[in-house]
């Protein structure tokens, strides 16, 4: 009775509470974990707090999914390493697509619920890059990209050092994704979490403090301006009667308010990461130098609200999920010898859509994604080659850069919110399609008018 008054306080349903409730609780649980000494207790230590957060947020049968996959790319590991990353990868997907079918999770996310596959969409990742990088440790050193030599592993890790990286701290429930190599070191003080390495322990309540101040904002935004652009209205009778740049406004209101509810429950894994440890980075090269903490943070909010560039979205926005993609999926699918084109860049947002699911809102979104950066690389092409004494031309160009991400970026993302299909093509032909339109006329006028060499190689050339 409890939980039920206090859920309906704050509007969300019981499960969405208890989830709320044992996510929070992730930060307490990984300030403790500075307190247990490294290695083996510290491995124990992150399993059994990802199984019970799991067991208290979703249930018994939550942590056997997540089981499933652990166990598939373990046994991929231990009985064929030369193809254990390519079978874990299918056999991981798999599994995750079969969960997302039979429980369509999106509807219940979109109508407040929540599932445990959120949760097994994290670990998918995490347990097909352990197998990947192990397979990696099998390819000679001058075969490999700068991350595949990081990250590869050359030893098997242990069972338990296994379940500790994929449920450390409950890290799994919203992420980030993190690399094996850096959570074995971080557990045994390796690397530059040694006592040998450069500069003092870093201190991390600052930044902590900062992530949960960042979520307190980021949650109060989204319960003030969620309830006045409820996604309903792309299918109501007087959303129709609107103008043009009216429904523009609502579908850029509408997304920049469903935006917050993401940045709330990164800022939260953000500092969880943090008062860890594992969030922990490195210095920078200033004077003093202060402590980076770029592997916790999944997203920069004024990068995404202000982006100059459709190109800087990945780099910005789930900036961990986005950065597996581009190591497993995008510079893999790389010819040797040959520059990657609009081929990688679709196959990495398909293989994104179908890892968020299979609702024909996904799908679209991710296409337009892919035509969307496609596009935003033209204008860039040009305004890179605008010589420097021409400088009102390139102002423009920028301008032109970020006026055409704020637009197709918003039109685009009401695929990702509303889901079915229905919905997508009814609030997208509210607009005439020119969300999809702008980029397709973009790639073909770039076919057309091909710039010349960007101004700034002729004079490094010379220099």
Known sequence: MEMESMAASIGVSV???????????TVPFSFLCRLI?????????????????????????????FLVPMFLGYASMLLYRPRCGILTFFLGFG????CHVYYMSGDAWKEGGIDATGALMVLTLKVISCAVN?????????????????YRLIKLPSLIEYVGYCLCCGSHFAGPVYEMKDYLDWAEGKGIWSTEAKGPSPSPYVATGRALLQAGICMAMYLNLAPHYPLSNFTNP????????KKLSYQYMSGFSARWKYYFIWSISESSIIISGLGFSG???????????????????????????????????????????????????????KKPGFFQLLATQT???????????????????????????????????????????????VFM????????????????????????????????????????????????IKPGRPARSKARKEE
């Open 134 to 150: 192990y397979n990696d440790g099998l390819v000679k050193e001058e075969a490999l990209r700068e991350a595949q030599k990081k």
């Open 15 to 25: 499960p969405v509470l208890r989830f709320l409730l044992c996510f929070a609780a």
């Open 238 to 245: 007087s959303y129709r009667e609107w103008g043009f740049w």
């Open 37 to 65: 000494p490294r290695g083996l207790p510290k491995h124990l230590y992150s399993a059994a707090v990802g199984l019970a957060l799991s067991y208290l947020s979703f249930g018994f049968s939550s942590n056997l999914h």
């Open 351 to 397: 293989v994104s859509a179908v890892w968020h699911g299979l609702y024909p809102g996904y799908i679209i979104f991710f296409v337009q994604s892919a035509l969307m950066i496609a596009g935003s690389r033209v204008i860039y092409r040009w305004q890179q080659a605008v010589p420097p004494t021409m400088a009102l031309v390139k102002n423009v160009l």
């Open 95 to 98: 599994y995750l697509i079969g």
């Open 283 to 337: 210095w920078t090269d200033s004077s003093p130098p202060k402590p980076r903490w770029d592997r916790a943070k999944n997203v920069d909010i004024l990068g995404v609200e202000f982006a100059k560039s459709a190109v800087v979205i990945p780099a910005v926005w789930n900036i961990q999920v986005s950065t597996w993609l581009r190591h497993y999926v995008y510079e893999r699918l790389i010819q040797n010898g």
């Open 401 to 448: 850069n970020f006026a055409y991400t704020l637009l197709v970026l918003n039109y685009s993302c009401i695929g990702f919110m509303v889901l079915s299909l229905h919905e997508t093509l009814a609030s997208y032909g509210s607009v005439y399609y020119v969300g999809t339109i702008l980029p397709i006329v973009m790639i073909l006028l770039g076919k057309v």
